[in-house]
DNA sequence: AAGCCTATCAACACCGTGTCGAGAATGCCG
DNA sequence: CGGCATTCTCGACACGGTGTTGATAGGCTT
């Protein structure tokens, strides 16, 4: 905890050209207002017009602000990339204590950072369809996950504990992307889904029997 | 010439008011336009007037045989849910003779489902961001294929094959929408991605294992 | 007071969509 | 043949959204 960041990440510049203002506050303001409008429509029904108005200023002087309605997007995005980056750091340190345990623990890690989020996700995944930043920048949270399960799945088979059937990153690769896609779809309503209060059981068991179970059948 | 289908299906009615004319041609001319456009770029990338231009005809003419690019890709995607259904047919025929090939058999129909029609799969993921027919149709062939999973466990779990811990439902939904999401990212050339020469194999992996493995600790 | 930032806006140019009404072209029927 | 309907095509328009620009206002410094 007591997190004490005096220095403001010199990190994305997505937002307004010069930094330091009162204005900050309209910019946070901005944010705020994507983020609530966000829970009601998708990205596509949500104008630049509908993003100033409802902080109170003119569609010109939003551009003040942020270059575009995408950016503002992935400003928000970049924010839950940092909490997930700190959620999958957390469970690494948790499988050195109990490797067993860890699983269930960072597939309820995945949920609770994409849960806390719906709308965001559900808009960097909209956005994906037309912006490559948006794109490349999924990608590497994707890719930030996958890594680490690969690492934990190689350091099981080092103790001994699971066997060496398939290529690590691969089978890390495809859990992975199950996770993302079963919570997608719990998170937007689709059908089918998987019932919300079995979805850490199912996930869990599926991570557990491809990692741990043989793959005797060719 | 001597086109002589008088009662033309009554099916889908996504094409053109009436039915009947020699502008079938140009009707088809237009759908293959699109597929062809979609091999190259992103359907956000690809207006109504380069489909009209890719005919031949003037953007307003294009209005005449389509209510909308939108309805160029569904139709599109009509087709391919009719190979789908059919591929998942053939799929439950199989698990009667042999049920632990029919899993590796399925497995590989959706990759050659999904993989035949990359482009058409891409744009109606992309149309789903922002069109809720597109959301609905999407849905009803993953409705289809977990339906269809969701029999075949049971089965399995009837013949005493397979033990009960999961709904099979949930289970089958979790391993469909992996599928989706694995077979997506390799054909779009997402990063991270599993490699596409070991993407059966580490599917069925999982499938396997998740089926038929026990879970031993909640 | 002069000068410099920050902040705001109206007006404009642009692009893509979808509609409308005015006609060609084609074919059928009397 | 000539008249009529259906099929098809297009130019012109209205609309809605984006992003830019140039003019201006207010505050803070020196």
């Known amino acids: ?22 204005g900050d506050e309209r910019e946070r303001a901005i944010l705020t207002t994507a983020e609530r409008l966000l829970e009601r429509r998708s990205l596509a029904e949500i104008s630049v017009d509908d993003l100033a108005q409802g902080v109170g ?5 939003f551009y003040f602000y942020f270059p575009s309605k995408d950016a503002v997007v992935l400003t928000l995005v970049d924010r839950v990339v940092e909490q997930a980056g700190a959620a999958r750091d957390r469970a690494l340190e948790r499988q050195a204590s109990d490797p067993s345990a860890a699983w269930r623990e960072g597939i309820e890690s995945f949920y609770e950072v994409f849960g806390a989020h719906r709308p965001v996700i559900r808009a960097v995944t909209d956005l994906s369809a037309t912006n490559s930043e948006a794109r490349e ?25 699971a066997p060496r059937d398939l290529a690590a990153r691969d089978l890390a690769t495809a859990l992975v992307q199950m996770n993302e896609r079963v919570l997608h779809a ?11 209060r079995q979805v850490i059981d199912t996930l869990t068991h599926v991570w557990r029997s491809a990692i741990y179970g043989a793959c005797d059948e060719r």
């Open 1 to 22: 905890m007591s997190t004490s960041e005096q220095i403001v990440r010199a990190a994305p510049s997505r937002g307004r050209r010069s930094a330091r203002a009162a």
């Open 57 to 61: 200023i003119s569609r010109s002087a």
């Open 137 to 161: 920048l999924w990608s590497q949270v994707m890719d930030g996950w996958v890594s680490q399960v690969t690492e934990m799945i190689e350091a099981e088979r080092t103790r001994g504990a």
């Open 186 to 196: 719990i998170f937007i309503d689709e059908t089918p889904a998987v019932g919300e």
